[in-house]
C-alpha cells in the first residue's frame, strides 16, 4: 500500500447481522480537508466514521488512514475523536478532562502536542479550569470536548454530531468556534451532523447520505472562502449552497 | 451552615433524645428485667463506673471490622474487575455469591472455627467472607455503568485495559462501593460480633457480652451492645466524611 497522506475508503460496507447498515462507499479525505456526511437518520454516517476511527470494522472494502489501518492510526494516537455527548469524566476537573486524552497511552504522544490550558482559554474557559464538568452549561461541556480532542495535535479529527443536543444559538456560536479552532492546526476533519447550516459553514465538500441501505449520493463542493467567519453566514451564496444541499438531501431521501 | 442544614441538626437531636428517653421511660414504667431491656441511665453508669475493659474490647472488635472490611475489599475489587470484563464469569459466579449472601453464618461458625483455627482469624475471616457478595455486586455494575461514550472516547486512542480500569471503571463503581460499604459495615459489625463469641476468643465485644449473657448479666450484656452500636455510628461517620470528600462530583454529594 502507498502511503497517500490522507483518509480513503473504498468499498467499504457494514452489516450487522442481516441488516445491510451500509453498502459499499468510496470516500477520499486530504489531509487538511473538512468533510461532511449529512443525511438522514439510519443512513450510516456514523457506522462509516466509526469506521475510520477503528471503533467498527467493515464487513466488506477497506478504509486506510496515512496509507495504514484505522487500527494503526488508533494506537499511534493520530486520530482525535469527539462523541455525540462530552463525555467528560466528572471526577476530573476541566483542566484535567482536557488533557485526558494526553494522559493515556501517553507513549504514543506527538513530541510537542498543543497546550491544553491555551486552548481553553482560546474557547472562553481559562477561568473555569478547576471547575467539574457539572457545574458547566452543555455548550461549555462540548467546549472541553473540543479541547481535549484538539489538545492532541492530531492530523484527522473525526467529530459524530458534537453539537446535536444543543441549542440552536450555542450550536451556531460551536460552528463558528469549531472553524475558528481548525483554520491553523491544518488538521483533515470528517464531521457528522444532521445540520445544513454546519455542513455548509465548515466543510470543503459534504458528503449527502441516504438509508436502507446507507450510501453516499452525492459529494459537494463547497467553494466558499477561507477563513469561514460568521457572517458568511448571511452571504446570498451560503443561502444558495445550503438550499442546493436541502434539494440533494431530499432527493436522496426519495422526496422530491 | 444555612438555616436548612442548621435545622436539620436539630430535629437530628431531638430525634435521637426522644429516642433515648422514651427508651428511659419504657424501661422503667414496664420495670423490664436487665437481661431483657437495661435502661440508657444504667448502661452509660456501667460503663463510666470501669470503661477500661469495654474501651478494650471495642478496639479489638473494630481491629476485627477493619482487617475484615479491608481484605473483603480488596479480594472484591480483584473478583469485580474480572467479571465486569468477562460476562460468563459474572454468570458462573452466581451461584456462589448468591450462596454466601442467603446462607446463614451463625450456623456454619463451626466449620470455619475448624478451618481457620480460632480467635482473630476465625473472625477476620467470617467478617470478610460475608461482606464479599455485597462488594463484588457493587463493583460489577459501578464499573459496568461506566459512560459508553467515555469507553469509546478511551478505545479511540487505544488506551490500555489497566487505563480503562484505573481511570476509568473504577472511579465509576466509587458511589456504588460507598453505598456498600455503608451496608457492610451493619453486616460486618454483627459478623464480628457474634464470631467474636463463638470463635473462643478471650476479647472483643462479642466474646464480652456472651459471657455476661451465659451469667445473666443484663448490664454486661446491654454495655457491650450499645458499645459495638457506637463503634457502628462512628464507622458510618466516618465513611460518610470520606465519601463526601471523594465523591463531591457526584450527584449523590451535591
Known amino acids: 500500500m502507498t502511503s497517500v497522506p490522507g483518509i480513503s475508503v473504498d468499498r467499504a460496507s457494514k452489516r450487522f447481522g442481516d441488516l445491510e447498515a451500509l453498502a459499499p462507499v468510496d470516500l477520499d479525505v486530504r489531509a487538511g480537508e473538512i468533510v461532511t456526511l449529512i443525511g438522514p437518520s439510519g443512513c450510516g454516517k456514523t457506522t462509516l466514521l466509526r469506521m475510520i476511527a477503528g471503533l ?29 455527548s462530552p463525555a467528560l469524566l466528572p471526577w476530573r476537573t476541566v483542566e484535567a478532562n482536557a488533557r485526558l486524552l494526553l494522559d493515556l497511552n501517553s507513549g504514543a504522544n506527538p513530541p510537542s502536542p498543543p497546550d491544553p490550558i491555551e486552548l481553553l482559554e482560546r474557547v472562553g474557559l481559562g477561568e473555569f479550569r478547576s471547575a467539574y464538568p457539572h457545574e458547566l452549561s452543555g455548550g461549555m461541556q462540548q467546549r472541553v470536548g473540543l479541547v481535549r480532542a484538539f489538545a492532541l495535535g492530531a492530523r484527522y479529527l473525526l467529530m459524530d454530531e458534537p453539537f446535536a443536543a444543543l441549542d440552536e444559538i450555542t450550536r451556531a456560536d460551536m460552528r463558528h468556534l469549531l472553524a475558528e479552532l481548525c483554520e491553523p492546526t491544518g488538521a483533515a476533519v470528517v464531521f457528522v451532523t444532521h445540520s445544513l447550516a454546519e455542513a455548509v459553514f465548515l466543510s470543503d465538500r459534504v458528503a449527502v447520505m441516504r438509508p436502507r441501505p446507507g450510501s453516499i449520493v452525492d459529494v459537494i463542493d463547497v467553494d466558499l472562502p477561507r477563513p ?7 452571504d446570498p451564496k451560503f443561502f444558495a449552497l445550503e438550499s442546493s444541499l436541502r434539494t440533494t438531501l431530499m432527493t436522496g431521501a426519495g422526496r422530491e | ?37 437495661l435502661a440508657p441511665s444504667r448502661i452509660v453508669s456501667t460503663f463510666v463506673d470501669d470503661p477500661g475493659p469495654y474501651v478494650h474490647d471495642a478496639w ?19 473478583i469485580g474487575a474480572a467479571l465486569a470484563a468477562v460476562r460468563p464469569l459474572e454468570h458462573a459466579s452466581q451461584p456462589m455469591l448468591v450462596l454466601v449472601m442467603v446462607t446463614p453464618w ?6 470455619v472455627v475448624l478451618i481457620v483455627g480460632s480467635g482473630q482469624r476465625a473472625v477476620v475471616f467470617l467478617v470478610a467472607f460475608v461482606t464479599i457478595p455485597a462488594f463484588v455486586y457493587a463493583t460489577v455494575g459501578g464499573m459496568r455503568s461506566a459512560d459508553p461514550s467515555a469507553r469509546e472516547l478511551f478505545s479511540s486512542i487505544d488506551a490500555s485495559r489497566w487505563e480503562v480500569l484505573w481511570r476509568l471503571r473504577l472511579p465509576s463503581a466509587l458511589p456504588s462501593l460507598f453505598t456498600a460499604m455503608r451496608f457492610n459495615i451493619g453486616l460486618g459489625l454483627g459478623a464480628a460480633y457474634f464470631a467474636e463469641g463463638a470463635a473462643l476468643r478471650l476479647d472483643g465485644l462479642g466474646d464480652t457480652g456472651r459471657r455476661a449473657a451465659s451469667f445473666s448479666d443484663g448490664e454486661g450484656l446491654w454495655t457491650t451492645i450499645l458499645c459495638t452500636a457506637v463503634l457502628g455510628l462512628l464507622a458510618q461517620v466516618t465513611v460518610a466524611l470520606v465519601e463526601r470528600s471523594t465523591l463531591r462530583w457526584h450527584q449523590s454529594q451535591r
Do not use: C
Not at chain 1, 469561514?228 to 448571511?234: A, G, H, S, T, V
Not at chain 2, 431531638?14 to 414496664?30: K, N
Not at chain 2, 479489638?60 to 480483584?78: D, E, K, M, N, R
Open chain 1, 56 to 84: 467498527e470494522r467493515p464487513s466488506g472494502g477497506s478504509i486506510s488512514i496515512d496509507g495504514g489501518t484505522p487500527d494503526a492510526a488508533r494506537k499511534a494516537k493520530r486520530v482525535g475523536f469527539i462523541p455525540q
Open chain 1, 228 to 234: 469561514r467567519r460568521p457572517e458568511l453566514e448571511d
Open chain 2, 1 to 37: 451552615m444555612s438555616e436548612r442544614r442548621s435545622n436539620a441538626v436539630v430535629w437530628t437531636v431531638v430525634g435521637t433524645v426522644g429516642l433515648i428517653a422514651f427508651w428511659e421511660l419504657i424501661v422503667r414504667a414496664l420495670d423490664v428485667r436487665p437481661m431483657v431491656l
Open chain 2, 60 to 78: 479489638v472488635t473494630a481491629q476485627h471490622l477493619v482487617y475484615g472490611l479491608s481484605i473483603s475489599l480488596v479480594i472484591s475489587l480483584l
Open chain 2, 106 to 111: 451463625v450456623a456454619y461458625i463451626t466449620s
